[in-house]
């Protein structure tokens, strides 16, 4: 079973949205525990190889599996990320 793993950026920036959104984000990252995962997730290239992101809407989020654990590293809107 796979747990979810929120690191300190992702927290910060979570932290900072409006309930709708934090809501909105939350879940779609819940959807990563699924099997398969579920959302528009795309692998990352170049020096994020082993990462991928998460769409949800205008935010992506940039996250990796570790040992069953899925490690949000970045939630960023769409302009800002990578």
Not at 13 to 32: E, N, P, Q, S, W
Request: hydrophobic share 35%.
């Amino acid at each position: 079973m796979k747990t979810l793993r929120i690191e300190k950026d992702a927290q910060k920036m979570l932290d900072k949205l409006d309930k709708h959104t934090y809501k909105r984000i939350f879940v779609a990252l819940r959807g990563l525990l699924e099997e398969p995962p579920l959302g528009d997730i795309k692998p990352l290239k170049g020096e994020l190889h082993g990462w991928f992101r998460l769409r949800i809407g205008g935010w992506r989020a940039e996250y990796e599996i570790i040992n069953q654990t899925v490690c949000v590293h970045r939630v960023s809107s769409r302009g800002s990320a990578y």
